[in-house]
């Protein structure tokens, strides 16, 4: 079959048997994802003719405004994985604690989690730029049978068995790893199906493009500032050319393509960096190294950290290896 034609449904039941715990949970967990992806893709699209842009008036966990596509597209994840029963928990950004899933014929039987970013970038809505959803999958640790405890969540990185992001960007492509390469399908909207237009996805070793809120440069770390100084200088390939979407999905997405580092440091005005560590820094972590590219959070790989609680945030670079090998030079001599 051409690569080219086959669709995400296809995709995932042709690879079920190279997964090795092998029993149909994923792939159903994954078609059901695919799903909500057409469902939030759908309302992202009409956001600009229907009252549904703007602050919803409520604020998630962190303090900040939730718009109401965040709330909505919260919802629609957590509907479609929980009523098609095909996890045991799911933790959200917008959730201030983890949900167990239960149902009474199947008794906690289910084994994946999921961890999910429903709206990512989402102060972009009302300006029409890029958005995305983030998720990433585990296993659970508890036993099955009983209910999830936060335990099943608070998982280092490495040991995702999935991991993925949606962008509704230009067209809609979901992106996705499940430990052995990473591959993108774009969303042909007529007939409403993902057909695989980007195989192998690899980030190209070293890139041209360096992407940060330079807005926040006098609140860095001096390693930071000092790597920026570098992207900007006159030498061999550089001055580095700068984009910043401000929605990680997209400047990841681009990145990957074009070759280039993202960077969001703590800064003296958030210590411990914006993003967050299981909803964000993870997935995105896992989708690189499977592309050849690197993440860390400026001294160690991202995925190695153990993490305390849900909504951890941590300071985040990734992208091209080189390009985050060298940022990380630079943190290193100035800390
Ligand atoms: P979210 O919309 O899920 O809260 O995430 C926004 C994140 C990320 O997507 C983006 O790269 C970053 O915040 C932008 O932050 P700044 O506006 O501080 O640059
Ligand atoms: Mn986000
Ligand atoms: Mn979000």
Known sequence: MDKKTMTLGEFIIENQDSF???????SRLLNGLRLAAKVVNHEVNKAGLVDIIGAAGDTNIQ????????????????QTLSKREIVCGIASEEEDDFISINSFDKQHQNKYIVLID??????????????????????RVTPVGTPVTLED????????????????????????????GVNGFTLNPAL??????????????????????????????????????????????RPYISRYIGSLVS?????????????????????????????????MAFLAEQANGKASDG???????????????VPFFC?????????????AAKS
Request: net charge negative; glycine share 10%.
């Open 20 to 26: 090795q715990y092998t029993s149909g949970e994923l």
């Open 153 to 180: 969540f608070l998982q280092p990185g490495r040991n995702q068995v999935a991991a993925g992001y949606i962008v509704y960007g230009t067209s809609t492509m979901l992106v996705y790893t499940t430990g052995d």
């Open 251 to 283: 400047d990841f997405h681009r990145n990957m393509i074009k070759g280039g580092i993202y960077l969001y440091p703590k800064s003296s005005k958030a210590e411990e960096g914006k993003l967050r560590l299981l909803y964000e820094c993870n997935p």
């Open 299 to 313: 001294f160690n790989p991202i995925m190695d950290i153990i993490p305390k609680e849900l909504h951890q945030r």
């Open 192 to 237: 409403g199906t993902f057909y695989l237009s980007h195989p192998d996805m690899e980030f190209p070793e070293t890139g041209k493009i360096y992407s940060v809120n330079e807005g926040n440069y006098v609140h860095f770390p001096k390693g930071v500032k000092d790597y920026i100084k570098y992207c900007q200088e006159e030498e061999g390939d």
């Open 63 to 78: 303090g900040e405004n939730q718009q109401k596509l965040d709330v909505m597209a919260n919802e629609k994840f957590i």
């Open 319 to 331: 992208g091209s290896k080189k390009m985050v090998e060298k940022a990380e030079e630079f943190m």
């Open 118 to 139: 429903p709206l990512d970038g989402s102060s972009n809505i009302d300006v029409n730029v890029s958005v995305g959803t983030i998720f990433s999958i585990y296993r």
